[in-house]
């Protein structure tokens, strides 16, 4: 396996995606600009937001004061889920842009699967073909979801992102994403922090002289999962994209594989009420 904080994985539409970024949820527009600008100086080449963070600003305000060239830089973002149930796609992602203050984002997901979404997935179609999107996704949908899409979806999603990290690693979910060629990402890779709770990432980080957190990240990545640990921290920001200089043996991988409880930190997409 060829892994760089660069790295990319090709997606169904032919494109390169990152498959390492930086997370932004809950960060504020100024923590963002600076969480923001202080990872694209550290190396990382692609941000993960969404409309709902009320940050994309900070977004766009960090990609310039990095330096890093526009073209260089994966942005991602998301339509909430009200402009998906009242049609409004496209002014959705008119918003984005001129929040971030860019004149395309590399890729749109729907953020839940909520009703309007096959209407919305048919208006992504067409801000794709124009360039605003250049790739097209999903986010929290099931496979139900995606066989439903699927039946209507004249581009199918490249992306799908969904929560995933040892405790809910959601193996049916993701072979059907692979059988149907949606690259999978996930979210919360780092538990929500939460992951020291459980000693086995530390342990396993000792014999490579790394963090619990950067075996979750490199444990991810290995599993050809994309991946966006969130941090605000300048020396977390630091340490989560130090994973390219060492690998995870097989035993090393099954040990953390044998954790799964499909337990949530997050809502339930077949149940959820926002
Ligand atoms: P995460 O699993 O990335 O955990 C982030 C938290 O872990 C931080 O707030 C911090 O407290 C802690 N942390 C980070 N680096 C650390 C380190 N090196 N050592 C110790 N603690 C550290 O959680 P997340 O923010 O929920 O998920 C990552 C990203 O995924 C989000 O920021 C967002 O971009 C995306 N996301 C998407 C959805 C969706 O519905 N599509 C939902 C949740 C999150």
Redesign the pocket.
């Known amino acids: 396996m060829n892994l760089s904080i660069a790295g990319t994985t090709r997606l169904n539409d032919g494109r390169d995606m990152p498959m390492f970024?930086?997370?932004?949820?809950?960060?504020s527009d100024e923590d963002a600009a600076d969480a923001v600008e202080h990872a694209l100086r550290s190396g990382y080449r692609h941000?993960?937001?969404?409309a709902?963070?009320r940050n994309e600003r900070g977004v766009g305000e960090g990609l310039r004061r990095s330096g890093v060239a526009r073209e260089d830089v994966w942005i991602?973002t998301?339509l909430w889920n009200d402009d998906i149930r009242s049609g409004e796609a496209r002014a959705g992602l008119e918003k984005c842009l001129g929040k971030l203050g860019l004149e395309y984002v590399d890729l749109f997901?729907l953020?839940?699967p909520v009703t309007g979404g096959l209407a919305a997935w048919k208006e992504l179609e067409k801000l794709r073909n124009e360039g605003l999107a250049r790739s097209i996704g999903v986010?929290?949908y099931q496979v139900g979801h995606l066989e439903e899409l699927m039946e209507h979806a004249a581009v199918a999603p490249a992306v799908n992102?969904?929560?995933w990290?040892p405790y809910l690693q959601q193996d049916a979910l993701v072979a059907r994403c692979r059988a149907l060629g949606i690259a999978v990402?996930?979210?919360?890779?780092?538990?929500?922090?939460?992951?020291?709770e459980e000693p086995t990432f530390a342990e396993i980080g000792k014999a490579h002289r790394k963090?619990?957190?950067?075996v979750?990240i490199r444990w991810a990545l290995q599993r050809d999962v994309i991946t966006?640990?969130?941090?605000?921290?300048p020396?977390?920001?630091e340490?989560?994209c130090t994973v390219f200089d060492f690998a995870l043996s097989e035993d090393e991988m099954k040990t953390i594989d044998a954790l799964d409880r499909d337990y949530r930190?997050?809502?339930d997409p077949n149940n959820f009420d926002f």
């Open positions: 970024g930086l997370g932004v949820w809950k960060a941000v993960d937001t969404a709902l963070y991602t998301k997901l953020h839940w986010s929290n992102q969904i929560e990290h990402e996930g979210w919360s890779p780092l538990m929500q922090g939460r992951f020291g963090t619990g957190a950067q979750l966006i640990p969130k941090s605000v921290t020396s977390r920001i340490e989560n930190f997050g809502p």
